[in-house]
């Protein structure tokens, strides 16, 4: 009996020295902004956006060029650019389109207390100019696009649709430039990701965000507008149909087994599913 007390004594002793069990960190503040970085009006959707002719023939479409900064932990990422500053106050017209833009990231970005110096990273759906327009305006930024997307941007000489001059702080080969392929863990914390779903371009990519109030998925371009989703309707000037078709499938599943609300980045109704700026989305 003696030495059973005694062993019950020494094991609490013991334990009594111990450290108590780590408590778990507090998860870091995660918000998401929308920004407004331009509209375009399509002129025929139905020629623009239909390799089938899905859609009415010469009906026009109301669209937007949005734009989104996340916040990890006072680590700031900006998802696409938009349109070029060059627009603020100088619409352009086209028998194809209309393009304006009211404000730019800057000045968004101003309204919340946000430098250019803090974008440590701009993030880049693929290489159309509405996605890519505002993007030199952040040069210590790390430019992170899919590396198809960027090699086309780099090549001399660049196809004649692109515009490299909006990233040229990274066209330099050893600039500050991440050319992802596959997925990407954007803050190394696997709540901001990078999806890869080429086939609107070669190198494109959406992004989930994975807030705490639930998940969200940005299209990039896979979608531009709700009519397209059920139809799984391709624009004629993608880059590969198969890929685009699989990328849908693959993000279309995401969404369900995620429980994601989806936005497509050109549909103002799915952009008013999150608050408007300058509240943040949590």
Known sequence: MKKLLAATAFFFALSALQAPPPVAPKPTSLKLWRLDCGSILIKDYNAYFSDTSAYTPGQQKNLTASCYLIQDAGRYLLWDTGLTADLLGKPEDSPAQRMSLDKSIGTQLGEIGVRPDQIEMVGISHFHFDHIGQAAQFPKAKLVIGAEDLAALRATPAHPSLKPEAIKPWLAEGSNALAVRGDVDIFKDGRVIMLNMPGHTPGHHSLLVKLASGPILLTG?????????????????????????ASMDRFDKMAANLGAKVIIQHERADIAKLPAFPLAAE
């Open 221 to 245: 371009d896979l979608y531009h507008f709700s009519e397209q989703v059920p139809i799984k309707g391709v624009p004629p000037f993608n880059t590969d149909r198969a890929d685009t078709l």
